[in-house]
């Protein structure tokens, strides 16, 4: 059965760094989303992606952040400068179409910010 | 309250026995889903019900929704340590030209003792 796949699982970064998260969504699905989850709090919607463009973001997904979909398989998500309380798990989304379709998720890259 | 709240926040039963959680939501939504999350790890789909559904089954899963009383709640049957895990309900109130965003709730944390 397809699955999103996400790369790396972990990543240790000093604050003030870049990093990119990377998403490969089921290849037949069009749109793609972004959420995360703060270690023991809910998961947060960050930013939905459909045709080369943003298509809603959340008030977390500031000028910091950055989506893009460089190739016909990959999804990423860059933190230019990250700050401490960007620690969190980042999962990656896809749906086939858009509004009642199952989202599918990633398996979360864990992103630890010192 | 907040969109998509769970409760009880926690549950404790034994093996064999049934395990119902409930989630509140509080704007119109299209529809519903239900996503369980081991700990630390991914969220993984357990299933999806519109707005216009009332009831849905999945094997040992059974999904009401009310949309007179906004809630939903999820039903496991003849329940196995095996389902320990955190289970979220997570609403999808996206429009036609943004997507769907899920909001998800605080999770209810299910232990199943052997």
């Known amino acids: 059965e397809p699955e999103v796949t996400q790369t790396p699982s972990h990543q240790v970064t000093q604050m003030g760094q870049e990093v990119i998260l990377r998403c490969v969504p089921i290849?037949?699905?069009?749109?793609f989303y972004w959420y995360r989850q703060i270690l023991g709090q809910k998961v947060e919607f960050l930013v939905s992606f459909y045709n080369n463009e943003i298509s809603e973001k959340s008030e977390i997904f500031d000028d910091q952040f950055s989506v893009e979909r460089p190739d016909g398989s990959n999804f990423t998500l860059k933190i230019r400068s990250t700050k401490l309380e960007d620690s969190a798990m980042y999962f990656c989304?896809?749906?086939?179409?858009?509004?009642?379709?199952?989202?599918?998720f990633g398996p979360g890259t864990r992103l630890l910010v010192l | 309250s907040q969109q998509g709240e769970e409760d009880p926040q926690a549950l404790s039963i034994q093996e064999g026995e049934n395990a119902t959680m409930n989630c509140s939501y509080k704007t119109s939504i299209n529809n519903l889903q239900w996503y369980r999350q081991n700990s630390g790890r991914g969220l993984v789909h357990l299933i999806l019900?519109?707005?216009?559904?009332r009831e849905k089954h999945s094997g040992r899963l059974r999904v009401t929704l009310d949309t007179s009383k906004k809630s939903s709640s999820l039903l496991i049957t003849a329940s196995r340590a095996a389902d320990t895990a955190s289970y979220f309900c997570a609403t999808d109130a996206g429009r036609e030209t943004s997507g769907s965003r899920l909001t998800f709730g605080e999770g209810t944390q299910l232990t199943v003792n052997p």
């Open positions: 019900i519109r707005s216009n559904e």
């Open positions: 290849s037949n699905h069009l749109y």
């Open positions: 989304a896809s749906t086939r179409r858009n509004l009642q379709e199952t989202q599918y």
